[in-house]
């Protein structure tokens, strides 16, 4: 059974500070994995889909790596900035998602 | 081309009701996933659903709780006797047909359900 866990469990920086976000994972044997953002009370955004062939997957400020073989992804966010805050999940798939329990960020301005 | 569509977005019930949250997938996904998010804790996979048949359900609660898929229609998950319990943000997502399996998961904005 796959498990996943992301740490920290919570994240305050100041404004313009780069985020750096763990998300590790029990089963290499992955096909994907996946970056969500979620808002308090919403529903998931997805930020990122790196798959299993490749070590990185940029958007923007976003840059997600993955290490299958340790059983790591982390994602970087440059230039942090207060929209920014949200809870962070990783997820990875045996066609239904194992999701981490989240990196709260709070970016202070 | 609309993403993933839940309705009703809250829904409040009594104790003893039933809960009916419904789901229509992106165009051209035929792939139904739902999830639940209890206060305080993580996403969890319930149920995984393609038309008109039920391919994985062992996040399902063994008793209450159904799902379907229908050939026209959205996708129902159905809880019966709701107790405080149930209480919980859930979430549909869907995919494509999967040619090749994993395919990316997109996120409907949840149902939260309220047991008074």
């Known amino acids: 059974k796959q498990e996943v866990t992301q740490i920290p469990a919570a994240l305050s920086v100041p404004e313009g500070e780069n985020l750096v976000l763990n998300c590790s994972f029990t089963?290499?044997?992955?096909?994907?994995l996946q970056w969500f953002r979620q808002d308090p009370g919403k529903g998931l955004t997805s930020l990122l889909l790196?798959?299993?062939?490749?070590r990185e997957q940029t958007s923007g400020r976003l840059n997600a790596s993955l290490d299958k073989s340790s059983g790591r992804s982390t994602l970087y966010i440059a230039a942090s900035q207060p929209g920014d805050s949200a809870t962070y999940l990783c997820?990875?798939?045996?066609?239904?998602?194992?999701f981490g329990a989240g990196t709260t960020v709070t970016v202070r301005a | 081309n609309a993403g993933v569509m839940q309705n009703p977005r809250h829904l409040v019930r009594r104790r003893g009701q039933e809960a009916r949250l419904r789901c229509s997938p992106m165009?051209?996904?035929?792939?139904v996933y739902w999830y639940r998010q209890l206060p305080e804790e993580g996403l969890k996979f319930m149920v995984y659903?393609?038309?008109?048949?039920?391919?994985?359900e062992s996040g399902m609660p063994k008793e209450r709780f159904s799902a379907e898929f229908p050939k026209e229609g959205p996708s129902i998950l159905r809880i019966q006797q709701v107790v405080r319990g149930d209480s919980a943000a859930y979430f549909c997502?869907?995919?494509?047909?999967?040619?090749?399996?994993?395919?990316?998961?997109?996120f409907g904005p949840g149902t939260r359900l309220t047991v008074l």
């Open positions: 997502a869907s995919s494509p047909a999967q040619g090749q399996s994993y395919n990316e998961q997109f």
């Open positions: 089963d290499s044997a992955i096909y994907n």
């Open positions: 790196i798959q299993s062939s490749q």
């Open positions: 997820a990875v798939p045996d066609y239904k998602l194992s």
């Open positions: 165009k051209g996904h035929s792939h």
């Open positions: 659903l393609q038309k008109e048949n039920i391919i994985d």
